[in-house]
């Protein structure tokens, strides 16, 4: 069935270091977003990218999705304590109610 | 900021009880969703529902399972004879058009199969 990996797992930086996650799916999506979850929480929607190529940027995160519409990145620069939760991808298939397919996530730790 | 919300917070049940999982979306979406999580592990989609009926459903969603709108505002899950493997959270989502739009999550249900 389709899938969504994500690497890595684990990161732990120091305050003030970049971080960056990854996200491939094994289709061709019609969208990807991003979401963050802090721990007991609910995933938080971050943003999303619909177009080929697509860059997006929010402040110190930098999100693309890949040319092919399968891969995507999120880097947040100079990290911060409020930064730390899991980051999850999630892929939106075309023509499947909506549906999105999570990955693993990456649960970021930040160490002032 | 609208929000949805979800009842109970908590549900502890024995195994081969029915629980029913309550969601009240926001009010001008007109999409909804289930998706759960067991601990630690990644959001797993359940189904999705619009204009009354199910959109789509994963391989979880089985027989077990169903959703329902009974009013206006209130999503309903409900599972009719749980299992230990049901524990897990479960969240309740909404949006205002499917495809390329954000989903709004709502606090979750933790449920526990005892």
């Known amino acids: 069935g389709q899938q969504v990996m994500q690497i890595p797992q684990y990161q732990h930086v120091q305050e003030g270091e970049d971080f960056t996650t990854y996200c491939n799916s094994s289709?061709?999506?019609?969208?990807i977003q991003w979401y963050k979850q802090r721990p007991g929480g609910h995933p938080v929607f971050l943003i999303q990218l619909v177009k080929s190529g697509e860059v997006k940027k929010q402040k110190r995160l930098t999100f693309q999705f890949g040319e092919a519409k399968k891969n995507s990145s999120l880097h947040i620069t100079a990290t911060q304590t409020t930064d730390v939760g899991t980051y999850f991808c999630?892929?939106?298939?075309?023509?499947?109610?909506?549906?999105?397919?999570f990955g693993q996530g990456t649960e970021l730790s930040v160490k002032p | 900021e609208p929000e949805v919300t979800q009842t109970p917070s908590h549900q502890v049940t024995q195994m081969g009880q029915e629980v029913i999982l309550r969601c009240v979306p926001i009010s001008n979406h007109l999409y909804f969703y289930w998706y759960r999580q067991i601990l630690g592990q990644k959001v797993e989609f359940l189904v999705s529902?619009?204009?009354?009926?199910?959109?789509?459903k994963s391989e979880i969603f089985d027989d077990q399972f169903s959703v329902e709108r009974p009013d206006g505002s209130n999503f309903t899950l409900k599972i009719r004879s749980t299992k230990l493997e049901d524990s897990a959270m479960y969240f309740c989502a909404s949006s205002y058009l499917t495809g390329s739009y954000e989903q709004y999550f709502g606090p979750g249900t933790r449920l526990t199969v005892t």
């Open positions: 999630a892929g939106g298939p075309y023509n499947q109610g909506g549906k999105l397919i």
């Open positions: 289709t061709t999506l019609s969208n």
């Open positions: 529902f619009y204009n009354n009926e199910i959109s789509e």
